[in-house]
């Protein structure tokens, strides 16, 4: 995540040098402790925070637990893990509802921390949830904030509430309340109120905010807070939870490039869980908040649940059925892969998926370097072709390749290196669909589970190639032996038995999207 990226390589870097000792002298963890410090305190973290936490990591380090590990440096990398955990709040909390509908949600913070984008965000993920929220507009202050919402509302097929046209004009109070009966006379289920900010905190802010939660009585009131401010992340926290209190906290752009540290604070400050967190600027950026799985993201261990939450709800479990069954009748065709590449972007950006992924922050400028636009120009490729030449490529003549580059704009060569990848891709998902052992490209075949390695190692000294008395069968041998003598190129699919991914297999991956 860019936001925690500073930290992550700095906390990544103390645990590295960790790893050659087999046992760890209190000098060691002292050393640990030390950077660890640093870390935290150069991306903004707030020094009782971090005094607490390094604190009680030096005092875990040096206890029995590490003293008795098999592996001490890793162990010290768990017990970090788990005081991450515990100042991001410990255990994921979601939304409470009410009983008796409607549920009430009001949106609290400082103008610009984007609450109005949150609120469409929050409506779309509980319509897709099978609830009917409302969205009210009791931001009256601010220059066009009706406006915007009402624009966040429609985008995200949302109900509004908006009867003032604001810019300074209306009650906000009176709007709220009127906002809650309304959904309730509709029958809304959730009624998201969206309040208005300042560019600091002051009386009248608090005293308005203060008015609105008297006046409805919200379930949930979310604290709204830039991930981007800072320091003064804490100070403005502290100020929200006396003046008006909150249920929970959000944090946006988390997508951001600022340290962020601070906002690792809030939740150990305020004593407030952490309920969602903003990852972009699209109304699907927003992911429900899983302290565990970010402190896994922050140190580089990567994050695999989520990577499988959103690719549950991307592909459709009886589609997913008829691709395999394809695969393994040898009928999977272009067209069928560029529905598989339409359902992987509803999955988002490919840079956050394959960032999720564990080591991945060692690989930090491959992933500044992949071109997600290399998917927009196979598509253009793929939809440039007839149905006929999506169904079978054996019908790419040349005269009919130079026809599809020059309708999707790009080279003959690209259009070759596209069907290339793609025969090479479907004969390796053929082999895995039935159960098959695949030949990577660039990585050899891969070894079949419990073969010894010295049989391996022996098998490697043969120059001799094959010896098969089937010439078809010899040919295709040999080719295989090349293949596998050959230097490594990447893979296009999978990322092998590795930690993480080389620099060849990343590029080898955004390859299969288009050209190198």
């Known amino acids: 995540m860019a936001t925690f990226g500073t930290l992550s390589d700095r906390l990544t870097e103390t645990f590295r040098n960790?790893?050659?000792?087999?046992?760890l002298s209190p000098a060691d963890v002292d050393g640990t402790v030390r950077e660890i410090r640093r870390a935290l305190l150069d991306a903004d973290v707030a020094l009782s925070v971090v005094k607490d936490f390094?604190?009680?990591?030096?005092?875990?380090?040096?206890?029995?637990?590490?003293n008795r590990a098999l592996n001490p440096?890793?162990?010290?990398?768990?017990?970090?893990?788990?005081?991450?955990?515990?100042i991001l709040g410990g255990e994921q909390r979601r939304l409470e509802f009410a009983k008796n509908p409607p549920t009430v949600i009001m949106l609290a913070g400082l103008q610009g921390s984007g609450k109005t984008t949150f609120a469409g965000k929050l409506a779309r993920q509980l319509e897709a949830d099978g609830h009917t929220p409302l969205l009210v507009a009791a931001d009256l202050q601010r220059p066009n904030a009706v406006n915007q919402l009402q624009v966040v509302a429609e985008r995200a097929g949302a109900a509004i509430f908006a009867p003032e046209p604001g810019n300074g004009v209306g009650d906000p109070v009176q709007v709220s309340k009127a906002?809650?009966?309304?959904?309730?006379?509709?029958?809304?289920?959730?009624?998201?109120?969206?309040?208005?900010?300042?560019?600091?905190?002051?009386?009248?802010?608090?005293?308005?905010?203060?008015?609105?939660?008297?006046?409805t009585e919200p379930d949930e009131v979310l604290f709204v807070i830039d991930a981007m401010i800072g320091q003064d992340a804490v100070n403005t926290a502290k100020a929200f939870q006396e003046g008006v209190d909150f249920t929970g906290v959000v944090l946006s752009k988390l997508d951001g490039d600022a340290r962020g540290g601070a906002a690792l604070s809030v939740a150990s400050v305020t004593g407030r869980p952490i309920i969602f967190a903003s990852t972009g600027e699209n109304l699907e950026d927003l992911e429900p908040f899983h302290p565990d799985r970010m402190a896994s993201r922050i140190l580089d261990l990567g994050d695999i649940l989520t990577l499988i939450e959103q690719a549950q709800q991307a592909f459709d479990e009886a589609e997913a059925m008829k691709v395999a069954e394809k695969l393994a009748n040898e009928t999977f065709t272009l067209e069928d892969f560029l529905e598989q590449m339409q359902q992987m972007r509803k999955m988002g950006s490919m840079k956050k998926m394959l960032g999720m992924l564990p080591g991945m922050g060692q690989m930090k400028q491959q992933l500044d370097d992949f071109d997600e636009r290399e998917v927009d120009r196979t598509e253009a490729i793929i939809r440039s072709m007839t149905p006929a030449e999506r169904r079978n490529t054996k019908l790419l003549n040349g005269s009919r390749r130079l026809r599809i580059a020059k309708g999707s704009?790009?080279?003959?060569?690209?259009?070759?290196?596209?069907?290339?990848?793609?025969?090479?891709?479907?004969?390796?998902?053929?082999?895995?669909?039935?159960?098959?052992?695949?030949q990577i490209p660039g990585m050899g075949p891969m070894g079949k589970p419990g073969a010894s390695a010295k049989r391996g190692k022996k098998g490697s000294k043969s120059k001799g190639g094959s010896r098969s008395g089937n010439p078809a069968k010899r040919a295709a041998e040999n080719a295989g032996l090349a293949s596998s003598n050959a230097d490594p190129t990447g893979s296009g699919f999978g990322l092998g038995a590795q930690a993480a991914p080389s620099e060849a297999e990343l590029a080898e991956i955004q390859k299969l999207f288009g050209k190198g």
């Open 18 to 23: 960790l790893r050659t000792k087999g046992k």
């Open 54 to 66: 390094t604190g009680r990591v030096r005092e875990r380090a040096l206890g029995d637990e590490v």
């Open 73 to 86: 440096a890793q162990q010290v990398v768990q017990i970090v893990n788990e005081e991450l955990v515990a």
């Open 179 to 215: 906002g809650v009966e309304h959904a309730r006379r509709q029958q809304h289920d959730v009624v998201i109120i969206d309040t208005a900010g300042r560019l600091g905190v002051d009386a009248e802010l608090m005293k308005q905010a203060s008015d609105i939660r008297r006046a």
């Open 409 to 438: 704009g790009m080279t003959v060569t690209d259009v070759n290196q596209l069907v290339q990848r793609f025969e090479q891709a479907a004969k390796m998902m053929k082999t895995v669909a039935r159960g098959g052992t695949p």
